[in-house]
C-alpha cells in the first residue's frame, strides 16, 4: 500500500509561483511511476507532470514553466510551478503507480486546490 498526502496549494496572482509538495509513505520501493494531475473547472483530469527512474515528462500545457523534482531522502515528490496562468487553475493530485501481477495499481492523493487569480 501507498498513502500520498498533497500540500502547498493556494491563491496566487498570474505570472506568480508555487511549489506543491506530495509526501509519500507505505511501500515506496514498489513505486513504479510517480505524476501530478490536475482538474480544472468542467474538464477531464489531466497528466501534468510524471517521473519514472531517471525520465521525465509534462503536459504540452506546462512545459517551461512546471518542474517535477523528487527527494529520496524526505520521500517527498515536488511540482514547482512558474510564470502561473488563470488556465492553470485546478485540483492537483498526487499519482503513484506500482506493477503487480494483476497489472497497473494506482494510488491518488486527496487533491490541493490551486486558485490563479488575473
Known amino acids: 500500500q501507498v498513502q500520498l498526502v498533497e500540500s502547498g496549494g493556494g491563491l496566487v496572482q498570474a505570472g506568480g509561483s508555487l511549489r506543491l509538495s506530495c509526501a509519500v509513505s507505505?511501500?515506496?520501493?514498489?513505486?513504479?511511476?510517480i505524476g501530478w494531475y490536475r482538474q480544472g473547472p468542467g474538464k477531464q483530469r489531466e497528466l501534468v507532470a510524471v517521473?519514472?527512474?531517471?525520465?521525465?515528462d509534462y503536459a504540452d500545457s506546462v512545459k517551461g514553466r512546471f518542474t517535477i523534482s523528487r527527494d529520496n531522502a524526505k520521500n517527498t515528490v515536488y511540482l514547482g510551478m512558474n510564470s502561473l496562468k488563470p488556465e492553470d487553475t485546478a485540483v492537483y493530485y498526487c499519482?503513484?503507480?506500482?506493477?503487480?501481477?494483476?497489472?497497473?495499481?494506482?494510488?491518488w492523493g486527496q487533491g490541493t486546490q490551486v486558485t490563479v487569480s488575473s
Open positions: 507505505g511501500s515506496t520501493f514498489s513505486i513504479n511511476t
Open positions: 499519482n503513484a503507480v506500482t506493477i503487480t501481477y494483476e497489472g497497473p495499481k494506482h494510488y
Open positions: 517521473t519514472s527512474g531517471d525520465r521525465t
